[in-house]
């Protein structure tokens, strides 16, 4: 197994211009493409998960060309009339693209297999199924009820009234929302239990509206959507920097300052991970904010008990800042980490008490004591980006660690760890 051993760092100083958001990446991709025209995509972002998808656009017939650095792609749509692919669609581990694609599949004609990665063939999908099938879709599990790998034959779906449940996953909402102005009559969604990850939805809205399909929703409880819409496409359309990737240069900043201009992401960011810093200066990180970037600073840090449901990916980042805050931290509302890349809440607990730390890991929380000495550690990262990156916090902190498998951080941040060496000192 490969490992990365990182020395501790004594401070942070400089610049970080952010990825593009895989969030929206993703989104507007597989929008561009049930678009008719073409659509130029800038500050695309180039890991895992995009890649998913657009192997699985140029399977469906979806001609998208891309610059030398994958960062710009020039999307010619074809109107949801997309090619039956001559072999399964292949999306890793990519939440992004497997559900989204499951229900735009669903309503348009063709027949698909979608695979994936072992770990996705253990992540849930069946309240966004149930709800499919609800309307009318034909989406069938190939292995096991309620998981991946699905067979979908498309075209059946023709709107309607659905309840869909929120409680595991926003994505599965967002997935039926992407859709739904593709089905032949309208659609009214009512949430059935909590909707988690709520600001997932904001940017759903919020790339739909770009590609002209508007939805009405009252206080995310019920969605209206008319069908027989056509998307449409955008000569140019920018993605915003990753607010979740930004969560590690913040931490960065505010454990051993200097200052780091964080440019990508600032208080006009759709992303709700932008909360992630107004979190940190809770805990007591200095931040000047601007429209499009941040400017991050040292300070004090404290440990503090929050209600993390918003921010599902960036609190794991809080949960390392958590080493080198003066007393508890705890992170609540979270027990769909427990369905992502790994179980998050068993993962983060283990390595976190490798490290030296007093962690109670509950259902749906976190609580994280600081140690008194750091143990110089090889922790293991499960095949999760999150968790190598959170982990390169400790050295961060000024201990050393070995990170395992570093690659993992290629799902949505291939350049991390290049990334944080060139602001440390
Ligand atoms: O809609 C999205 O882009 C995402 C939603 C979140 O998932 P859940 O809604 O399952 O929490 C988040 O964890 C994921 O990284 C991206
Ligand atoms: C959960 C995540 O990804 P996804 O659900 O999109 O696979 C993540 O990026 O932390």
Redesign the pocket.
């Known amino acids: 197994m490969e490992q990365l051993r990182l020395e501790p760092i004594s401070r942070v100083n400089g610049t970080v211009t952010l990825p593009g958001s895989k969030?929206l990446s993703n989104r507007i991709l597989l929008l561009a493409a049930l678009a008719s025209g073409t659509t130029v995509v800038e500050n695309l972002l180039d890991s895992d998960d995009i890649r998913h998808m657009l192997g699985a656009l140029k399977l469906l017939g979806v001609n998208v060309t891309l610059n030398d650095e994958r960062t710009v792609a020039t999307v010619e749509g074809v109107s949801g009339v997309f090619n039956t692919p001559t072999e399964p669609l292949f999306l890793g581990n990519a939440?992004?693209a497997y559900r989204p694609l499951t229900a735009v599949l669903a309503a348009v004609a063709g027949e698909y297999e979608l695979i994936g990665e072992p770990r996705m063939e253990e992540r849930p999908i069946g309240h966004l199924v149930d709800a499919l099938q609800a309307l009318g879709g034909d989406v069938t599990y190939t292995k096991h009820k309620d998981y991946p790998p699905l067979k979908i034959v498309g075209g059946q779906i023709k709107g309607g009234e659905v309840e869909i449940d929120g409680s595991i996953?926003?994505?599965f909402l967002?997935a039926l929302l992407m859709a739904a102005p593709l089905f032949n009559g309208d659609t009214t969604i009512t949430i059935k239990g909590t909707l988690?990850?709520k600001p997932?939805i904001d940017?759903t809205l919020d790339v739909m509206a770009r590609f002209g399909v508007n939805v009405e929703h009252s206080d995310y409880a019920t969605f209206k959507v008319k069908g027989g819409q056509q998307y449409q496409s955008l000569d140019r359309i920018m993605v915003e920097g990753d607010a979740?990737s930004a969560s590690y240069f913040v931490a960065a900043a505010a454990i051993a300052g200097g200052e780091i201009e964080i440019k990508g992401v600032g208080a006009k960011s759709v992303q709700g991970d932008i909360g992630f810093a107004k979190v940190m200066e809770q805990v007591g990180a200095k931040i000047d904010w601007y429209d499009e970037r941040l400017v991050v600073r040292k300070g004090e840090l404290k440990g503090v008990d929050i209600d993390a449901n918003a921010i599902?990916?960036a609190a794991m980042t809080l949960a390392t800042v958590a080493l080198f805050a003066k007393g508890p931290t705890a992170i609540r509302n979270i027990y769909?980490w427990r369905v992502?890349e790994t179980d998050r809440l068993y993962a983060m607990a283990t390595e976190l008490r490798k490290v030296g730390a007093q962690v109670v890991e509950g259902e749906d929380f976190i609580e994280i004591t600081p140690p008194e000495t750091f143990n110089d550690v090889a922790v293991d990262t499960y095949d999760d980006h999150r968790i190598a990156m959170c982990f390169a916090m400790v050295a961060v902190g000024g201990k050393p660690i070995t990170i395992n498998d570093p690659k993992c951080t290629y799902k949505t941040f291939p350049t991390f760890f290049n990334v944080l060496a060139s602001v440390s000192e």
């Open positions: 969030s939440g992004t996953s926003s994505q967002t988690v990850s997932y940017i979740s599902p990916d769909n992502k």
